[in-house]
């Protein structure tokens, strides 16, 4: 497949018109064009998959829209105005007691037995089948630690989509309510950019950019991967082993697709909207594992597309429970990750980073993006999971 530079994305990009009808949607699709929003008030245009490519391949964040369009959406319609839920006011600090021995529980040990399997794979792409292979075996390691407790009575399932890696939810029901869903997320997918369906992307981090030198251009190689999915799994395992019972849900979310433009969380979020469900927070986990050489740990807090009502909560669990601080952090831009999708519904978004925006891991090259990287450790992976925690029973007891 031909990779194109930025300055050769204009071939058979046009502008789409408020109002375009499901039947051009589909149309469009059918012929291989792909319906692409860069910007939050700009309209989508068409784009061919080269230039999809293209755009990743130069670190352009976007949404692809053509699954989730729909005329007659708010989110598309100026001045239409999205349904508004009530604004949520989240609690003080007030289990310690409780929290601590779960913390405790947490093991580095897990994290890296976690990655180690996800890192296997020879990629993770979304429209390969070792994208799909990395969704199955992420929903049987969340269904075995639901069988050790099945007084849990939590679930686990994949969530279909159009292309051929699922999505994960896992849920722990509520003892007084089925509705203020709180919501942690990350993607599942990895990406070689130069080569998506056979390029080895181990990824042990996320979201890195290097420039790389070829006879067609200068591109960015991006290779990305889940530090955020086991920190999700680890905080998954020891809320279980607790016997941890919330009054309100609780959901884990593992997205597949993200790396193609948010498609599997714009996917379930739009389906939660259209369903009229309630959430009372969504955090989302992208990079958690890199503290660049120099510099102190933090938690660096995205000031962009999030609640700042819920970033302040997110301050104040980090306070209590973590060994290192919160920091803030240059905005991370449009559709930067999954939690861009849940925000265009309305609902209260956070993303809590390993560093701010900039001092993030640079160096995720190809076969380089390994636990062995510098900068790469599993002690401030590790921070990232006591923050689930925390934040899941502080908000949800």
């Known amino acids: 497949m031909k990779f194109l530079s ?12 408020a109002g375009i009808s499901q039947a051009v949607v589909d149309q469009k699709a059918a012929e291989g064009l792909r319906l692409v929003r860069l910007a939050e008030n700009e309209e989508p245009v068409w784009k061919t998959d080269d230039e999809v490519l293209g755009l990743i391949q130069v670190g352009t964040t976007f949404m692809d829209v053509t699954e989730t369009y729909s005329e007659d959406s708010p989110i598309f319609q100026e001045n239409a105005g999205l349904r508004q839920q009530a604004a949520v006011v989240y609690p003080n600090i007030t289990h310690q007691d409780a929290v601590k021995p779960i913390i405790a529980t947490l093991q580095v040990t897990n994290l890296q037995t976690y990655l180690a399997n996800l890192t296997a794979f020879n990629n993770r792409y979304y429209r390969v089948q070792t994208g799909e292979d990395a969704t199955q075996w992420i929903l049987k390691t969340v269904q075995d630690i639901i069988a050790q407790y099945p007084t849990s009575n939590a679930t686990a399932a994949r969530y279909a989509h159009s292309f051929i890696q699922g999505s994960v939810i896992a849920k722990i029901p509520g003892t007084t309510s089925s509705q203020d869903i709180t919501i942690v997320g990350c993607h599942l997918d990895s990406i ?19 420039t790389v030198s070829s006879s067609l251009s200068t591109e960015v190689l991006r290779i990305f991967a889940r530090s955020g999915t086991v920190n999700l799994i680890e905080a998954f395992r020891a809320l279980l082993a607790s016997g941890f019972k919330p009054s309100t849900p609780v959901e884990f979310h593992w997205y597949a697709g993200e790396e193609g433009g948010l498609l599997g969380s714009q996917d379930i979020a739009k389906s939660y909207y259209n369903a009229k469900k309630v959430v009372k927070a969504m955090l989302q986990y992208d990079m958690t594992a890199y503290v660049k050489p120099g510099d102190s740990a933090v938690v660096a807090l995205m000031p962009d597309y999030v609640d700042a009502t819920l970033n302040t909560f997110v ?19 449009y559709a930067c ?17 390993e560093a701010p925006y900039g001092d993030d891991s640079q160096v995720l090259h190809t076969t380089g993006d390994t636990s062995t990287a510098t900068g790469f450790s599993f002690t401030h992976m590790h921070e990232f999971s006591k923050l689930l925690v925390g934040f899941i029973y502080e908000l949800t007891i």
């Open 6 to 17: 930025l300055f050769s994305l204009s071939a058979v990009v046009c502008s789409v018109q």
């Open 337 to 353: 990750s999954d939690h861009a999708s849940w925000y265009q519904y309305g609902y209260p978004t956070t993303l809590p980073h």
């Open 315 to 333: 301050k104040s669990v980090i306070a209590a429970y973590l060994d290192i601080p919160a920091a803030s952090s240059a905005a991370c831009g």
């Open 192 to 210: 070689n950019a130069r080569s998506p369906t056979s390029g080895r992307a181990p990824g042990a981090d996320d979201n890195g950019y290097s």
